[in-house]
Nanobody, 123 residues
Framework: QKQLVESGGGLVQPGGSLKLSCELSGFTLEGHAIAWFRQAPGKEREAVICISGIGGIMNYAASGKDRFTISWNNAENTVHLQVNDLKAEDTGVYYC????????????????WGRGTQVTVAS
């Protein structure tokens, strides 16, 4: 059974950084794409960035693309999301999701989801 578990969220001051983790169980990145989504209060879930096992990274951030970095740790079977220079508008629940085999923007194209981790940016 494919499962995803996010961790690493918390309260961060504006300008700070955070590294989120998405641990895969029951499968690996090979043949899959893992994306990070976020959902701000009262807003729709939006794609942030994605990595696929066949190669390639897709950055879907509407602005500040260079603040988001995605990486794969094979030994941990984990996808990481590094977010730098955090802003108040980055506040929300961050989810990771999996699909076969390539990255895609719409949330509806992903079948496997984690429960999310809360990120709050406030001073």
């Amino acid at each position: 059974q494919k499962q995803l578990v996010e961790s690493g969220g918390g309260l961060v001051q504006p300008g700070g950084s955070l590294k989120l983790s998405c641990e895969l169980s029951g499968f690996t990145l090979e043949g899959h794409a893992i994306a990070w989504f976020r959902q701000a209060p009262g807003k729709e879930r939006e794609a942030v960035i994605c990595i696929s096992g066949i190669g390639g990274i897709m950055n879907y951030a509407a602005s500040g693309k260079d603040r988001f970095t995605i990486s794969w740790n094979n030994a941990e079977n984990t996808v990481h999301l590094q977010v730098n220079d955090l802003k108040a508008e980055d506040t929300g629940v961050y989810y990771c999701a999996a699909r076969l085999p390539r990255c895609s923007g719409p949330a509806g194209n992903y079948l496997t989801w984690g429960r999310g981790t809360q990120v709050t940016v406030a001073s």
